[in-house]
């Protein structure tokens, strides 16, 4: 090979690491940046290399800048994401995607800028670009980013479900779970106006809070209380989806809703049991066998059905606690009691039968349909 062929070339970024590479007089500078890219980690895309005052073209010859088979001084590398950031605004998708994917690829280096210009790309109407920009995000902001998280976080109410979807993406992929920013920015969305929006928020803290974090808790308390009932509905299903199982606390407060005035409390309070109760805990059947002697019917149906979720069937303590209210001076608690039987009971029990049978032949024709139906249901429960 001809004399000055190849050369050493010195290049720095600007945080003045210094990396020397021998190159050939035919490379190009597209092909420098590729072996940039191997050693820096920096993408193509983003590199501006500069010599002197000049912009080095992609195109150009490496050697066309040597004198004598060397540079006269080192090429500079610095990180520029102006041309992504044009190609964001191109009317032609793929070069958005692409550049959303360079972004993504970047990584950190791009900073708040480059969250900025991605996070409106979350409410594209397009399922695959908002992917693409969670993806950005994510890549760009790394975990616990600060600002990545307030962002993102308001998209939690933007009115289209597939922009808040991909928001409660994107937070789960920049929040840690119990991120002290995350859980701030994602709490008052729990008290927006539409329902759909309060669910992307509790979507959201199931990322990225903790089980049983008292910076969820402790508000969720205050909302069982609120006069709003579509509140206390949506303070218990939160409970029901951030409670480590066994809480008594918090089992505790999900029990007192099964009393709640309103149906719809009720019924998330049911449905949350079996998310916060270990089955099996006399604790808890104690409480909401209780709630069977309740003064309103509504109330004890929703005791009957929330025994099915604490006791398992056959458990000893749940029958001993139904059968006692056989006992009850009210005939509608008989009646709710003798409904939970064939829940807590297991086929063949000769107690529960004996009970049942019993109850066929009460004075009261509302318990008599009630015992029929609960041994036939109890019959068919196999």
């Known amino acids: 090979m001809a004399q000055h062929d190849t050369f050493r070339l010195v290049l720095r970024n600007v945080k003045r690491d210094l990396l020397e590479l021998e190159v050939n007089n035919e490379d190009t500078v597209g092909m420098l940046k590729l072996r940039i890219s191997e050693h820096w980690q920096v993408p193509t895309t983003f590199q501006k290399l500069v010599l002197g005052s000049a912009v080095l073209g992609d195109t150009t010859r490496l050697g066309e800048y040597a004198e004598n088979?060397?540079?006269?001084?080192?090429?500079?590398?610095?990180?520029?994401?102006?041309?992504?950031?044009?190609?964001?605004?191109?009317?032609?998708?793929?070069?958005?995607?692409?550049?959303?994917?360079?972004?993504?690829?970047?990584?950190?280096?791009?900073?708040?800028?480059?969250?900025?210009?991605?996070?409106?790309?979350?409410?594209?109407?397009?399922?695959?670009?908002?992917?693409?920009?969670?993806m950005g995000i994510a890549h760009?902001?790394?975990?616990?980013?600060?600002?990545?998280?307030?962002?993102?976080?308001?998209?939690?109410?933007?009115?289209d479900e597939g922009v808040r979807r991909a928001a409660v993406e994107a937070i789960a992929q920049i929040a840690d779970k119990g991120d002290?920013?995350?859980?701030?920015?994602?709490?008052?969305?729990?008290d927006h106006n539409e329902n759909d929006v309060r669910r992307a928020a509790v979507r959201a803290l199931d990322h990225v809070a903790e089980k049983s974090d008292d910076r969820v808790v402790t508000p969720m308390q205050a909302r069982l209380e609120n006069v709003d009932a579509a509140v206390r509905q949506q303070a218990v299903r939160v409970l029901a989806h951030t409670t480590r199982r066994g809480d008594e606390r918090v089992v505790d407060l999900i029990v007192a809703r099964l009393q709640d005035p309103d149906q719809r409390v009720r019924t998330a309070a049911v449905e949350a049991l079996s998310h916060v109760v270990e089955k099996g805990d006399e604790r808890t059947i104690a409480k909401v066998s209780a709630c069977m002697e309740h003064q309103t019917d509504e109330v004890r149906q929703t005791a009957v059905k929330g025994l099915a979720f604490v006791a398992n069937r056959g458990d000893e303590y749940a029958i001993c606690a139904v059968v006692a209210r056989l006992e009850h001076h009210d005939d509608a608690v008989k009646r709710c009691a003798i409904e939970a039987l064939?829940?807590?009971?297991?086929?063949?029990?000769?107690?529960?039968?004996?009970?049942?049978?019993?109850?066929?032949?009460?004075?009261?024709?509302?318990?008599?349909?009630?015992a029929c139906r609960a041994a036939e249901n109890l019959e068919a429960k196999g």
Request: charged share 25%; net charge positive; aromatic share 2%.
């Open 342 to 370: 064939p829940l807590v009971a297991a086929k063949g029990d000769d107690r529960v039968t004996s009970a049942l049978s019993s109850r066929m032949h009460h004075s009261d024709c509302f318990v008599r349909f009630a």
């Open 180 to 190: 002290n920013d995350a859980i701030s920015a994602v709490v008052p969305h729990l």
């Open 140 to 159: 760009s902001a790394g975990k616990g980013h600060t600002h990545a998280i307030r962002v993102v976080s308001a998209k939690l109410s933007h009115p």
């Open 69 to 134: 088979g060397v540079l006269p001084q080192p090429v500079v590398m610095v990180i520029s994401s102006d041309a992504v950031m044009r190609d964001l605004e191109h009317r032609n998708k793929e070069r958005r995607m692409r550049a959303l994917r360079a972004l993504a690829e970047l990584g950190p280096r791009g900073g708040d800028a480059v969250i900025d210009a991605v996070a409106p790309f979350l409410e594209h109407n397009e399922e695959d670009v908002r992917r693409a920009a969670v």
